[in-house]
């Protein structure tokens, strides 16, 4: 079993910028593969990005890889989301999820609880 926690969820301005940290725990990090998801009220949660488990390698969604980027520091046991450029239709719930496998499209198995991000215009 993994546990996966979020933060850095806030009320920001639109055009700012946002890390999200993610700390997993419950087996070695390096055995685990990180995403980011987000949902918006009414919708389904919708894939932001990936990284495998030594963080060489990532995937995104095609219209958010200019302005998102993921990152692991498997010293922290911390996967980040830095998110630049905010705009009011980057408000949503924003969930980190892990897998012990490395699929594209990326299937998690753990989901936090979700860390909320309101853009203001």
């Known amino acids: 079993q993994v546990q996966v926690e979020e933060s850095g969820g806030r009320s920001v301005q639109a055009g700012d910028s946002l890390t999200l940290s993610c700390v997993a725990s419950?087996?070695?990090?390096?055995?685990?593969?990180m995403g980011w998801f987000r949902q918006f009220p009414g919708k389904n949660r919708e894939f932001v990005a990936s990284?495998?488990?030594?963080?060489?390698?990532?995937n995104y969604e095609d219209s958010l890889k200019d302005r998102f980027t993921i990152a692991r520091d498997n010293a922290k046991n911390t996967v980040y989301l830095w998110i630049t450029s905010l705009k009011p239709e980057d408000t949503a719930i924003y969930y980190c999820?892990?897998?012990?496998?490395?699929?594209?499209?990326?299937?998690?198995?753990?989901w936090g609880q979700g860390t909320q991000v309101t853009v203001s215009s």
């Open positions: 419950g087996r070695p990090f390096s055995d685990i593969t």
């Open positions: 999820a892990a897998n012990t496998r490395w699929d594209y499209p990326y299937q998690p198995r753990f």
């Open positions: 990284v495998n488990w030594y963080g060489d390698k990532t």
